[in-house]
């Protein structure tokens, strides 16, 4: 167990049976008061961010986890099979772990996991993607004056809005946090 002069930004800890990573991490000292460590942290279940303040010297749980890059191979039910790339390895990550961003993964794609004690509980996809559009419907002429969107689906199976200008066949990037298109990849 380590007290709260250990912690620092991007420390892992237990907080009410959670894991979760310190965000911010501030040593408070008031006028009249007691000091106190106020601290942001994000959930890593659910993705939420919290404040707490603990005071001088208090016990908290600091968690070793352990980040490793590996290639999802391919889905096989509710699990990811990930390889990693220097022993071989395949580990089985839960689906749940990627959330909404599964819908622009593609097989061979590299996969940040982080362990604590080989139990999987946080994945990160790549920031940006690069896909193909499979399906979209044609540009009516005159649409491309102001900001137009229409919907495209993907060669993964997922559907964004893209610009109008985006014909069948183009790739494009998007962005896996949020879902949305950036630019056309110029080849």
């Not at 749940?96 to 794609?109: H, I, P, Q, R, V």
């Not at 982080?114 to 993607?129: L, N």
Request: glycine share 6%.
């Amino acid at each position: 167990m380590a007290t709260t002069a250990d912690i620092n930004i991007g420390s892992y800890i237990r907080y009410n049976n959670d894991i979760c990573q310190i965000m911010e991490w501030q040593h408070r000292t008031p006028g009249n008061l007691r000091a106190f460590y106020q601290g942001k942290m994000r959930n890593l279940r659910n993705g939420k961010l919290n404040e707490h303040r603990w005071r001088s010297g208090e016990v908290i749980e600091v968690l070793r986890v352990e980040v490793h890059e590996l290639q999802y191979l391919y889905r096989e039910s509710d699990n990811l099979v990930c390889m990693d790339q220097t022993s071989f390895e395949q580990k089985y990550i839960p689906v749940s772990l990627l959330g909404d961003a599964l819908n622009f993964m593609k097989e061979e794609m590299v996969v940040q996991i982080g362990f604590e004690s080989d139990t999987p509980i946080f994945a990160r996809p790549p920031k940006v993607v690069e896909l193909e559009v499979t399906y979209t419907e044609h540009a009516v002429k005159g649409d491309t004056s102001n900001k137009v969107m229409k919907s495209a689906k993907l060669e993964t199976g997922a559907e964004i809005s893209v610009p109008s200008f985006v014909d069948i066949g183009t790739v494009i990037r998007i962005d896996t946090e949020t879902g949305e298109y950036l630019d056309r990849v110029k080849k």
